[in-house]
């Protein structure tokens, strides 16, 4: 791996000092959050648990470049990194992982992984995956009538692209040159099918048969999905249009903590993913261009480490959502 070894790569993307353990910060953030949630998983405390691990580059380094509560996300459920990024706290996630009253998302009421904050500007994902990217591009449409420069990024794995909405909203997302990012995290697997039993050809050169720019980039390299989400962000608001971004990236753990993925994938595989982890590369930067010493790292990771424990024992400690409380904003009127 040599591109870690080319220093000045950060500043080249305008990034200083402070960015960079901002982006490194945010990627451990995830992974602390994500790992302490199967903690609780096995502990019978949380009943459902679906991970980032792995994908943090990808995420963090898209969502980076966005406006918090101007700019829309629309995420999947994979998304915990981008929303911790974009302002919600590992309270909220773990107050959502546990089915807790104050879950900001639902107050306790969807699966974890559905992600919602009005203030935030990030839209809930539907069960049915890939049925944000219409939605994401109907909101890039309000954007453009309003002539603001807001941008939507719409995120999914790669057999959501195998679905009919995301070639409609690619489509017209095309047609009408609208502020959209299609993220697509591809991690190789749609629970147990491995992509090549689920995506024909490049996802990333589809896009030029919708009229826009379609980029592959390494997603365990966190400097090169921002600069590829950075290139997008700028063309969106500029008015140029959509473009789509394929971050190649592995899901680290099972589908969900429902999931044996010893029955389809070699543990080989796993541990040959590890050796590219997205921030263990990025800790490989930082450390090579004198940017983050042992000591500070140590220190940044106890620090992340205790705020996690707090807020998992605070979720712990509150209150469960009320079971007449269901159906509260699921029907009109109730
Ligand atoms: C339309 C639809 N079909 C099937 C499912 C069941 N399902 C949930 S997640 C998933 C895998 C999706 O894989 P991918 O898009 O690659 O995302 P990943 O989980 O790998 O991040 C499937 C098939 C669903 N939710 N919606
Ligand atoms: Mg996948």
């Known amino acids: 791996m040599t591109i870690e070894k080319t220093g000045a790569r950060h500043e080249a993307l305008g990034l200083d000092e402070v960015d960079l353990k901002k982006l ?42 966005l406006r918090p509560g101007y700019d829309y ?21 773990f107050l959502s992982l546990m089915g807790k009253k104050e879950d900001p998302n639902s107050g306790g009421r969807q699966m974890p992984g559905h992600f919602s904050s009005r203030e935030l500007n990030i839209v809930t994902a539907s069960a049915p995956v890939g049925v944000q990217y219409p939605q994401a591009t109907g909101t890039a449409l309000a954007f453009k009538m309003r002539g603001e420069d807001g941008v939507a990024v719409a995120c999914g794995g790669e057999a959501s692209t195998s679905g009919g909405d995301w070639h409609e909203a690619m489509n017209f997302a095309g ?39 379609g980029v592959e980039v ?67 930067y930082l450390s090579e261009n004198d940017l983050l010493g042992e000591g500070e ?11 996690v424990a707090e807020a998992s024992s605070y979720a712990e ?7 007449d409380d269901v159906l509260t904003g699921v029907y009109a009127g109730a």
């Open 73 to 93: 996300l629309y995420p999947y459920y994979r998304d915990s990194g981008m929303t911790l990024l974009l302002g919600q706290t590992p309270r909220d996630q």
């Open 218 to 284: 390494d997603g365990n390299d966190v400097l090169a999905v921002h600069e590829a989400a950075k290139g997008a962000v700028d063309r969106a608001r500029r008015g140029d249009g959509p473009t789509l971004i394929e971050a190649k990236t592995y899901r680290i753990t099972a589908h969900s903590s429902d999931d044996d993925d010893r029955r389809y994938r070699e543990r080989e595989e796993i541990e040959e993913w590890r050796l590219k982890d997205p921030i263990i590369r990025f800790e490989k």
């Open 175 to 213: 047609i009408h040159d609208l502020p959209v990012i299609f993220l697509i995290e591809n991690n190789v697997y749609a629970i147990s099918v491995p992509s090549k039993f689920q995506v024909a050809g490049s996802i990333a050169k589809r896009a030029e048969g919708y009229g826009f720019p």
């Open 297 to 307: 790292k140590e220190a940044m990771d106890r620090e992340i480490i205790a705020e």
């Open 317 to 323: 400690n509150a209150a469960f959502a009320d079971p």
């Open 24 to 65: 490194y910060r945010a990627m451990l953030l995830a992974r602390r959050v994500d790992e302490r949630s199967w903690i609780l998983n096995r502990q019978g405390k949380a009943a459902f648990v679906i991970s980032c691990q792995g994908q943090e580059a990808a995420q963090i380094g898209t969502a980076y470049n």
